[in-house]
């Protein structure tokens, strides 16, 4: 996908590779994406919702009971805009949270109501991404048509090697462009 004029959903959550939400908002940028970001509660831990809102120009979603003034529901109006949604970096929790259908926040609600691609990067410690149960998520997910950016080998923010990094960026992008 050609992402000139095109609105980008970012949907970051609450791993430590959250700071490369930065990164990715200014790559998509320069390529004249419109990106909207949406972020977990977790995610905000990681990284500031004002940091990502400044860099993106646009209202960063965190919560979907916040009354914003706005009469449409968030999650609907942000599911109708997308041309993609881009999960970078997505958690464990999170990908088992959309692979068994639950949507009890707003970028998986958003997720659940939408019809454009979704393209997930997973970015987890070695062991959390060897897990049986997560790699099972995935497999379905995968079945079902969301796409995928498996994380890379390397050394892990916890230390030692392994795989789970956030795959780099020239892998995401090559990706979104490839969809
Ligand atoms: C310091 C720290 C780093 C973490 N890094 C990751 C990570 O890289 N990947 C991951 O899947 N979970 C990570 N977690 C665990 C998630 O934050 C946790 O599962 C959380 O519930 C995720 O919430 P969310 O999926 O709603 O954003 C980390 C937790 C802490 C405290």
């Known amino acids: 996908m050609d992402v000139k004029g095109k609105t980008i959903v970012l949907g970051v959550t609450g791993g430590i590779a959250a700071y490369w939400a930065a990164e990715i908002i200014g790559a998509l940028r320069d390529r004249e994406a419109d990106v909207h970001v949406i972020m977990t509660k977790n995610a905000t831990h990681f990284i500031s919702p004002l940091t990502l809102q400044t860099i993106s120009e646009n209202k960063v979603l965190t919560n979907s009971f916040e009354l914003s003034g706005e009469i449409e529901i968030s999650h609907i109006s942000y599911a109708k805009k997308a041309d993609l949604i881009l999960v970078a970096p997505a958690t464990a929790n999170f990908i ?26 997973p970015a987890m410690n070695d062991m959390m991404w060897a897990n049986k149960i997560v790699q099972e998520n995935v497999e379905k997910l995968k079945k079902h048509g969301y796409y995928f950016v498996d994380p890379e080998y390397g050394v892990m923010a916890c230390g ?16 979104l462009m490839a969809l």
């Open 160 to 175: 030692g090697m392994g795989v789970g990094r956030l795959a780099s960026m020239e892998s995401i992008l090559g990706k």
């Open 96 to 121: 088992g949270k959309i692979a068994t259908g639950i949507a009890d926040d707003v970028l998986s609600t958003t997720i659940m109501a939408v019809n454009a691609p979704v393209l997930i990067c």
